[in-house]
T-cell receptor, first 114, second 111 residues
Framework: GQSLEQPSEVTAVEGAIVQINCTYQTSGFYGLSWYQQHDGGAPTFLSY????GLEETGRFSSFLSRSDSYGYLLLQELQMKDSASYFC???????????????FGGGTRVLVKP | DAGVTQSPTHLIKTRGQQVTLRCSPKSGHDTVSWYQQALGQGPQFIFQ???????QRGNFPDRFSGHQFPNYSSELNVNALLLGDSALYLCASSLYGGEQFFGPGTRLTVL
């Protein structure tokens, strides 16, 4: 089966840096995605890593190590609006289908304090 | 360019009833996936539709069924509702095999 582990909660102050780790066990692995979800809102796509290494998108960066089945999301220069839940999700496939489905972790709730 | 839309926004049903949720994908997308998100948890994959056929299915009972129409829009049907079906139901659209973009969801409450 598929499983993803990520911390349940992280608290930090404005301007700080937060790293959210994600370890996974899965088959048919395509890559690792990260989503942000504010309370009452829909998950919003942040980043996707298919290959090992670091992907940088503004204040957010994501890293993947396929050999270690590990990735992380780095949030820099934290702002109050970054208070939200962050999910790692494995993009994988089953059977012969070349499509994709997402298997999500339980989410990390990030609380940014003034 | 409209993103993924879902209707209704909220829905209240009683146990044993049936419900239909609707999703219109982002313009240009041909694949629709459905997820169930219980409070405080990550979304769980229900199934995915492409070319009007169910292509992949998660670990959900047959009470959960779906359909995709020629215009790529989709419906999720749940029969014989249980209290445990109360959740946020998310629709995500994509090009087949591509990144998924989520709609705002339908909040279903089963009493």
């Amino acid at each position: 089966g598929q499983s993803l582990e990520q911390p349940s909660e992280v608290t930090a102050v404005e301007g700080a840096i937060v790293q959210i780790n994600c370890t996974y066990q899965t088959s048919g692995f395509y890559g690792l995605s990260w989503y942000q979800q504010h309370d009452g809102g829909a998950p919003t796509f942040l980043s996707y890593n298919a290959l090992d290494g670091l992907e940088e998108t503004g204040r957010f960066s994501s890293f993947l190590s396929r050999s270690d089945s590990y990735g992380y999301l780095l949030l820099q220069e934290l702002q109050m609006k970054d208070s939200a839940s962050y999910f790692c999700a494995v993009r994988d496939h089953t059977g012969e289908a070349a499509g994709n489905k997402l298997t999500f972790g339980g989410g990390t709730r990030v609380l940014v304090k003034p | 360019d409209a993103g993924v839309t879902q209707s209704p926004t909220h829905l209240i049903k009683t146990r044993g009833q049936q419900v239909t949720l609707r999703c219109s994908p982002k313009s240009g997308h041909d694949t629709v996936s459905w997820y169930q998100q219980a409070l405080g948890q990550g979304p769980q994959f229900i199934f995915q539709y492409y070319e009007e056929e169910e292509r992949q299915r998660g670990n959900f009972p047959d009470r959960f069924s779906g359909h995709q129409f020629p215009n790529y829009s989709s419906e999720l049907n749940v029969n014989a509702l249980l209290l445990g079906d109360s959740a946020l139901y998310l629709c995500a659209s994509s090009l087949y095999g591509g990144e998924q973009f989520f709609g705002p969801g339908t909040r279903l409450t089963v009493l």
